[in-house]
């Protein structure tokens, strides 16, 4: 059973950077599409970035030109950078490998905390 794990979250002052990883187990990680979520309290969870396969890269408006998401498949992690944090950026963040249609399962992991605050 493949499992995916986020780590790199914390506590940031505002217009900080941080760089989360995403690290996929017992998946043959070049064949899913992978993707960013983040969600606060009583919201939805919402998209903030994907990577196709293939490497094309997608990001919610909120996040363009802040964040950037990455791939290294020598080490079976993906990576999103994230620059110039704002409050509104604050949420668990969670990974998400998607291996449609080889595979009908969506792999999620636990989430990590991103906390922005002066």
């Known amino acids: 059973q493949g499992r995916v794990a986020e780590s790199g979250g914390g506590l940031v002052q505002p217009g900080g950077s941080l760089r989360l990883s995403c690290v996929v187990t017992d998946l043959l990680f070049v064949a899913y599409n992978m993707a960013w979520y983040r969600q606060t309290p009583g919201k939805q969870r919402d998209l903030v970035a994907k990577?196709?396969?293939?490497?094309?890269?997608d990001y919610a408006d909120s996040v363009k030109g802040r964040f950037t998401a990455s791939a290294d498949y020598a080490k079976n992690t993906m990576y999103l950078q994230m620059n110039n944090l704002q409050s509104e950026d604050t949420a668990i963040y969670y990974c998400?490998?998607?291996?449609?249609?080889?595979?009908?399962?969506?792999?999620w992991g636990e989430g990590t905390l991103v906390a922005v605050s002066s």
């Open positions: 990577i196709a396969v293939g490497g094309r890269t």
């Open positions: 998400q490998a998607d291996g449609a249609p080889l595979d009908p399962n969506q792999y």
